[in-house]
């Protein structure tokens, strides 16, 4: 297909028209023009809609008949699970309240406290919130720890700074006293001070 294309497209006895023509050709009965193929993708998003319709319908009937269909101790039975489903997701609803509460102390990042919340989240609050401040003191030991090393290999790695006879100013005499290979590195490391002393 993409040789034969080329071929048309590169072919320069043929015209736009001619060329037009031949891509169809070559295309056939997969061409689509873009106003049908958007009509038939709104149609399926259409049709889609419909059918999620029908089917939460047909699932709300079914669930009414399965009601229906109940003994009186079922019912009963069946309110009482829905009543302690309900409590239970409550339940867990609070302790994910104070979970996040916690943690947001030390986990900036909305997806990762997220995750943690609902990871660590249970039915007991207290359990979740203890959980939460170990996991708070962990991460902090861990920043602290992690800040100290940093601190560390930043004063090992600031250069000393000199002191005494050194870094006083230099002076003829003082200059004429070092050595050859002092004096050049003198000059070296402080060419201003070096123009000093001689203009």
């Keep these: 297909m993409d040789e034969e294309l080329s071929n048309v497209l590169g072919n320069e006895d043929l015209d736009s028209n001619a060329k037009a023509e031949a891509i169809k050709k070559l295309i056939g009965a997969n061409y689509v023009p873009t106003k049908k193929y958007s009509d038939d993708v709104t149609t399926v998003k259409n049709e889609n809609k419909q059918l999620k319709t029908s089917i939460k319908e047909k699932d709300t ?9 109940l ?3 079922q019912k009963k039975q069946k309110e009482f699970d829905d009543i302690a489903n309900t409590k239970r997701d409550l339940a867990i609803e609070r ?7 916690i943690l947001s102390k030390v986990v900036s990042d909305d997806k990762e406290l997220e995750i943690l919340v609902k990871g660590i989240s249970s039915e007991d609050m207290e359990a979740t919130k203890t959980l939460a401040q170990e ?9 602290e720890a992690t800040e100290a090393k940093i601190r560390e290999e930043l004063i090992n790695d600031t250069p000393k700074p000199k002191g005494g006879e050194a870094d006083k100013t230099m002076t003829k005499d003082k200059f004429s006293k ?3 290979n002092e004096q050049v590195k003198f000059k070296i490391e402080n060419p201003e001070g070096y123009k000093q002393l001689f203009n």
Excluded: M, P, R
Excluded at 61 to 69: A, H, L, R, T, V
Excluded at 135 to 143: A, D, G
């Design 95 to 101: 302790s994910q309240i104070q979970a996040e509460k």
């Design 178 to 180: 070092l050595s050859y």
């Design 71 to 73: 003994t009186d101790d």
């Design 61 to 69: 009937e079914i669930e009414g008949y399965k009601n229906s269909q």
């Design 135 to 143: 996991l708070v003191n962990t991460i902090t030991k861990q920043k």
